[in-house]
């Protein structure tokens, strides 16, 4: 830990501002959620940046609550993984450092959506 600009204690791994996606990390999970509403799975999400999380999530219909939230959290990234994508009932579905990786729990070879 180091000192922060007013005095207190800083910590450089924890981000000074909101969390929130970057360019290429968007690009990927807009991939995935286009597939998915290609497909008829989903049909809106929406987006957050929170002081230690981001999330995207992706709603079945409008008004909903969140099928799905990708979540990034860079404070576990050297533990469980900044990423997971979280379910419905707030299961953790895959957790991990790579979203490439995490995403693939959406992949229709080993995904079914289950009414």
Known sequence: MSLGPDGGAHDPTVPA??????????????????????AGE????????????AEFAVFRRTGDAPA??????PALQARQGQWAVVGEGGQVLRRGRELDQVLRVFDSRKFRVVE
């Open 42 to 53: 989903w049909r809106d999400y929406a987006m957050v940046g929170q002081k230690d999380v």
């Open 17 to 38: 501002g909101p969390v929130f996606f970057h360019r290429r990390e968007l690009d990927l999970i807009l991939r995935v959620y286009g597939r998915m509403v290609a």
């Open 68 to 73: 799905y939230r990708i979540e990034k959290r």
